[in-house]
């Protein structure tokens, strides 16, 4: 497939090239903000910064902002996207830890300060107003040194912003130290020697062809947790699951969102993070995909290993709420009858089944020992060993799809790690491998599109897994 290789540089006149066609790209802006004494200070045409520190004062953050206008061919889709910063100087650590977070409010570099992102207009938080991690790297301490970040995920979805604009933030994630250790000084915009500038390659290719995606008459989502692509796939901990990738569909390149848990969960049920942690108490009023679905006319249950009694929202050893995306909608978790009819325990599954009265829609938590989390992938394979043929022997499952998934990886590949996903349907082939990208959100988005349901968020950016399906 020809790709076409886009460079978004911080010289004055950043030259990219998209399908043959050279274009100039403004520059794009950067500052540092600093806390404490500080907190009002502008430091734009500085060095760009980053620092760890419990002193307000001497903590710094990076924040860039590159124009994405023109940057992305119509027809196309972003397949890879590199941020690459220079090492002016840097402290005693050999090496430091550094995140990529979005930046959710605009900023004007010449005027952002810890306090406020323009002269008019206010962080809401002040530190800038950081959305989700979306990676991290290693940053070396030797002057000149290259750090390398991949924010292909980050870029997708800024992507799709209006104006595009991939606005983001350099900070250090790394522990604490004393001194001048944490420090990394890294070249900016207005750096004398252009190599040396804040850089962002992009590369595009053609956006895939959707294919049809059959109307399911049930889909069933089993979340797993916290394993890699290689903790799993291939291991002789997981004989189960790997003799479901060998009769069913996998896909190779898909990744988890963002981390921790719960905001994976909603991103699978509702098309965006909605939070950055796994809070117990936070809420939404959003709509989600079983409101969708019951708009259509179709049924919907959640099955939560060791859930004490329906609608719980008391977290147990076994059961916790970060894994019940339910819990954290109010329209369910408000709705006490609603959700108890709903959201049940797991221990109703089995009965569901042999009655042939399983709901369109059915989610699977297994609980936190089941789910692989607190215990071996030996001990979640042995568990879905037990639960998954019975599923895909039920005739339920002649014309139905099971996407058995994982919330979340261990690395920050892709903003969530990359994470097996497998895809059990009659209508997939045996042993069929993706390798494209993809990761929750294009499966809300093959949900939708199944059963013609406007896509929620950020599935409306997503491809529907329609190459798993015949």
């Not at 010449?110 to 800038?128: H, I, K």
């Not at 089941?370 to 599923?391: A, F, K, R």
Request: glycine share 8%.
């Amino acid at each position: 497939m020809l790709k076409s290789i886009t460079r978004l540089t911080a010289a004055a006149l950043g030259v990219w090239s998209v399908a043959g066609l050279a274009a100039t790209l403004p520059p794009p802006a950067d500052t540092t903000i600093r806390g404490g004494t500080y907190a009002s200070t502008n430091f734009d045409a500085d060095l760009l910064v980053t620092r760890a520190s419990s002193d307000p004062t001497y903590v710094r953050k990076a924040l860039l902002d590159f124009d994405l206008a023109g940057a992305i061919p119509s027809g196309s889709v972003v397949q890879s996207a590199t941020l690459t910063m220079t090492v002016h100087w840097g402290g005693a650590a050999a090496s430091r830890a550094v995140g990529v977070f979005d930046v959710t409010t605009p900023f004007v570099a010449s005027e952002a300060t810890w306090d406020v992102a323009s002269a008019t207009r206010p962080w809401n938080t002040p530190g800038g107003d950081l959305g989700r991690e979306w990676t991290r790297s290693s940053v070396p301490n030797g002057a000149g040194a290259r750090a390398a970040f991949d924010v292909t995920a980050l870029v997708r979805a800024a992507a799709t912003s209006s104006p595009p604009h991939a606005r983001l933030a350099l900070v250090d994630v790394d522990t604490l130290t004393a001194a001048r250790d944490g420090y990394r000084d890294y070249f900016g915009s207005e750096a004398t020697d252009p190599a040396t500038r804040p850089s962002l390659a992009i590369a595009t290719g053609p956006a895939p062809t959707p294919t049809p995606v059959p109307s399911f008459s049930r889909v069933v989502i089993i979340m797993m947790e916290n394993k890699e692509f290689g903790d799993v796939i291939g291991s002789p901990a997981a004989p189960y699951i790997n003799s479901l990738a060998s009769q069913y569909g996998l896909a190779t390149a898909y990744t988890g969102v963002t981390h921790p848990s719960l905001p994976n969960y909603m991103a699978l049920t509702g098309g965006q993070t909605f939070f950055t942690t796994d809070c117990i108490t936070c809420r939404t009023p959003a709509r989600h995909v079983v409101d969708q679905l019951v708009d259509s006319g179709r049924t919907w249950k959640a099955y939560m290993d060791s859930m004490p009694t329906a609608c719980s929202t008391t977290d147990t050893s076994l059961y916790v709420q970060k894994h019940n995306p339910f819990a954290h909608y109010t329209d369910v978790v408000g709705n006490t009858t609603r959700c108890v009819h709903h959201v049940v325990p797991f221990t109703q599954f089995s009965s569901d089944l042999a009655a042939g009265t399983l709901a369109n829609f059915v989610w699977i938590t297994p609980d936190m020992c089941h789910d692989m989390h607190n215990c071996s992938v030996s001990t979640g394979d042995t568990w879905l060993s037990q639960v998954v043929p019975s599923i895909l022997a039920s005739p339920a499952f002649n014309d139905a799809v099971l996407f058995l998934l994982w919330d979340e990886g261990t690395t920050t590949t892709g903003g969530g790690g990359r994470i097996p996903a497998l895809v059990v349907s009659p209508f997939t082939p045996p042993g069929l491998r993706v390798s494209r990208a993809m990761n929750h959100y294009d499966t809300l988005r093959t949900i939708e599109d199944a059963w013609k349901l406007p896509p929620l968020g950020n599935a409306a950016g997503a491809t529907a897994l329609g190459e798993f399906f015949r």
